[in-house]
């Protein structure tokens, strides 16, 4: 414990350098994260002759903001290193390493978020701008964000991770996430916010672990729950982490059985 | 001419024949394909669940826009990324010198390298939405808009594989950027709304800097039977003179190309 300890600020610093050597076409994977902006866009015209079901033009933008704000701070990518390293047989190297290879490739990509941070301020400042009227005035939903932010990051870096290890026995993981992505996209509230949902589709999007990857932090900046609930929710997003933690840890154990490196 | 359609004949047999060898592959990505253009209608649905008319729009008229989209999308992620994407690559690892020394035109080349079939599913998808919509919207469109919404369809194209082209142009240039691609790709998304959606600077900006209006919104209101001749014909030029720059600039860049193992 004491030498990851030791060791996991290293892999972060390391992860950091190499972000920002590949500062271009970094910086270029993060302008091509627009979709909430698309989706504003329908939503401020369609608001143009009043709101709808209780989003001012005002609120649409303050809620896709905030979503674009999230998306850019939890991004994680290791399912198509995963998937890559695997078919070209370099995770036999990984494996040599003396550190587990997911906390390799959970520093990478935690090490990244500095340099989301430049291209998050401008959204910021644009948030702040033009709907900070619609914002949290609760000291108390702003100190939750935090942890609520750590653990959207942890579940969709978990979910890549398992859908990653799936690699070790199907050549088409890859496809899995990106069906896996599509569902996301519509449960979490990314493309449309679940209170404007059929009140069936809502429910299911609820329970569902969807949800607290992306709507959960959103709901905290716009202020909608009351510190009772969103402590609540906060300690279910959790379970979920520890629910999909305890499922990578199997997947890779088992997954890693059948894996013959290839070219090895 | 004829020696240009034959290397593109031959080029588009050879990429399908590539793909059909991995079948499994082609019913998953055929399957996801389907997915996506589901996600894609959702929010469409949910929007016009509350309102009747958006931006002077109705269901089925938006319908048919998405329609073109979808189709467009498959067209753009299913030919024109994959081959591009390669000279990108080529171009990395200084294997473009193989192409450029073949005795047929280059740009044609690398237009229709590789070739994703299963992307046919759009266009499925594509006649199953434009049916659906003129069903709702209660009578079948009239010849004469059917083929005037094909030119406009062909201008669509040609303006998409230039924007391409120019964005492969820029790799040259600057060869740290090869996902610029990927950006356009992400930025195409807008097109899925009709022009009239954007107000302002951005109407200006998807109108004319970056056509993105030429590519589904005037399709769309040529089947819809609503565009003026006027637009039409500016369209139409508009598309040459794109096509032409971005031949010239494409060409101009393959000069000043300095392969990277020389």
Known sequence: MTRLLRLYPQLLRTGFAEAVAYRAEFLIWMFSTNMPLVMLAIWAAAARSGPVGGYSQEGFAAYYLAALLVRLMTGAWVVWEMTMEIRQGTLALRLLRPIHPLLQWSADNLAAIPMRGVVAIPVVAILLYVAR?????????????????????????????????????????????????????????????????????????????????????????????????????????????????????????????HYAAYGG | MMRALRVVR????????????????????????????????????????????????????????????????????????????????????????????????????????????????????????????FQRIGHAPALMHVLLAAVMLCAAVMVLYSIAILVVAIAFIAVRVDNLLYLFQSVFDVARWPSTVFRGTLAVVFTFVLPLALMTTYPALALLGKLTPQTAVGALVGTLLFAGVARAIWISSIRRYTSASS
């Open chain 2, 10 to 133: 031959a080029q588009l047999r050879a990429s399908v024949a590539v793909a059909l060898q991995y079948r499994f592959e082609f019913a998953v990505e055929g399957a996801l394909a389907l997915l996506w253009m589901g996600v894609t209608l959702v929010p469409l649905v949910v929007v016009f669940g509350t309102r009747d008319s958006v931006a002077g729009w109705t269901f089925p008229e938006m319908l048919v826009v998405l329609g073109w989209f979808v189709a467009l999308k498959g067209v753009l992620e299913g030919t024109l990324s994959p081959s591009l994407m390669q000279v990108v690559e080529h171009v990395r690892k200084g294997t473009l010198d193989f192409v450029l020394l073949k005795p047929a035109d280059a740009q044609l080349l690398v237009s229709f390298s590789k070739i994703e079939p299963w992307r046919v599913t759009d266009f499925a998808g594509a006649a199953v939405i434009f049916a659906f919509a």
């Open chain 1, 133 to 257: 009227g619609q914002l949290s005035h609760d000291w108390f939903s702003w100190a939750l964000l935090c942890p609520a932010l750590l653990g959207a990051w942890l579940l969709y870096f978990l979910v890549q991770a398992i859908i990653g290890t799936l690699a070790l026995r199907f050549e088409s993981a890859a496809s899995l996430f990106d069906a896996w992505l599509g569902f996301s996209n519509i449960l979490s509230g990314y493309l449309i916010p679940l209170d404007l949902f059929p009140r069936a589709v809502r429910e299911l999007a609820l329970v569902l672990p969807f949800r607290f990857q992306l709507s959960f932090p959103v709901e905290l900046m716009l202020g909608r729950w009351s510190r009772a609930e969103a402590l609540e929710l906060l300690a279910a997003q959790w379970a979920y982490v520890a629910l999909f933690l305890v499922s990578t840890r199997v997947a890779w154990r088992s997954g890693l059985r």
